[in-house]
Each structure stands twice: as C-alpha cells, then as structure tokens.
C-alpha cells in the first residue's frame, strides 16, 4: 500500500467554470468572474490537506467482485481526501448562499478528482511495467465495498473513516481500476 499526504493539488478556473456550466450554476449571477473564482480557488486550496492510499491487488482476490467494476489481471483501489478542514469551510458557504454552497461543491469534485487523477498516473505506470492498461475509474458508493476498501487500505493512515455509511470527512472519495491485459499486435501470417 502506498501513503501520500500534503501534496499540492492544482484548481483550475476553466475547469469548475465548465463543471458550472453543465450543472447550471450561473457564475455571472453569482458575480464570479475569473478572478473571484481564483481568489475562491486559493482560499479552497489553503484548507486542503491532501491525501491519497493506494494498492494493487492481484487475482484472485476474495474481494475482487465487489470492487473491480471489469474482470482483469488486477486491480487498484484509491482513496483520495482533501481532509476535514475542506469540509468545514464549505460547510461556511452555506450560510452565504445555497449557490455560493454548491459552487463549493464543485470545487470539491474538481479537487478530488485531481487526486484522484494524480494516484491513477502512479497506478497507471506500474500497470505499463506490466503490459497493461487501466479501465476508467469506478466510483465506489456502496457502504459495504466502502467499509471493504476502509479495511483493505487501512484508512486511518489518512484519517478517513466510515460514519453511517459515508465516508468521513466527507470530502472523501474512492474508486477502483481494473487492470486489463494491452493486446499485442499480430504479425501477418506468410503464404
């Protein structure tokens, strides 16, 4: 299992602006232009404490069925957080607006899967030592294969937990990736 915490995710504007677009959140109404949504990014920055746990199990596995979303050679879970202070601090929007609320929201998404994003590559180069690719990720919600991946992963490393379940702190998430064996080119036969 590998452990990495404090790294520093980058936020990017154009990034929750188009994640605001698709979900409907008017940024213009709102009165966030670039700039207010950069100043918005950095104070989101300063209250994450990143971190991540990752493993790559083989097969077989006893827990392969509930957390590897295609069968393959292999398969890694992630557990990314952004750590308790993240969680509080959108908890404060709300007081201001339900859209200030769900634009922090946004951010959250948009910073975990940064995290996310940074295991994967990680998992992805031991996955190429193997002559294998990785299958898209695989949002696990359901509270059993959460408390699986909590044991599996020994969670308390990063401070996350299982409280009714949902991940704690909830800006917390995990997800799975199969390992899928690269198909080889074939030679032409010769006549």
């Known amino acids: 299992m590998r452990k990495i915490r404090g790294f520093k995710l ?3 504007v154009a990034d929750v602006k188009r994640r605001a677009k698709k979900s409907g959140l008017d940024l213009a109404a709102l009165g966030f232009g670039d700039d207010q949504l950069q100043k918005l990014l950095g104070q989101a920055a300063k209250t994450i404490a990143a971190g991540v746990l990752f493993e790559t199990f083989k097969h077989p596995d006893v827990d392969a069925a509930a957390l590897s979303p295609i069968p393959g050679l292999a ?9 308790p202070g993240f ?14 609320y769900a634009l ?24 190429a030592k193997e002559s294998c690719t990785l299958s898209p990720w695989n949002a696990l919600q359901e509270p059993a294969a959460l408390e699986t991946v ?5 969670a308390g490393k990063i401070d996350v937990r299982l409280h009714e379940g949902r991940l704690d702190p909830a800006a917390t998430t995990a997800v799975s990736l199969s390992w899928l064996a690269q198909a080889r080119a074939r030679k032409p036969k010769k006549d």
């Open 10 to 12: 980058t936020l990017r």
């Open 75 to 83: 398969y890694s879970v992630v557990l990314a957080t952004l750590g």
């Open 87 to 100: 969680a509080s601090a959108k908890e404060k929007s709300r007081e201001s607006s339900a859209e200030l």
């Open 104 to 127: 922090w929201g946004l951010v959250e998404a948009a910073a975990l899967d940064e995290a996310v994003r940074f295991a994967a590559a990680l998992v992805e180069e031991e996955a």
């Open 150 to 154: 909590l044991r599996k992963l020994d």
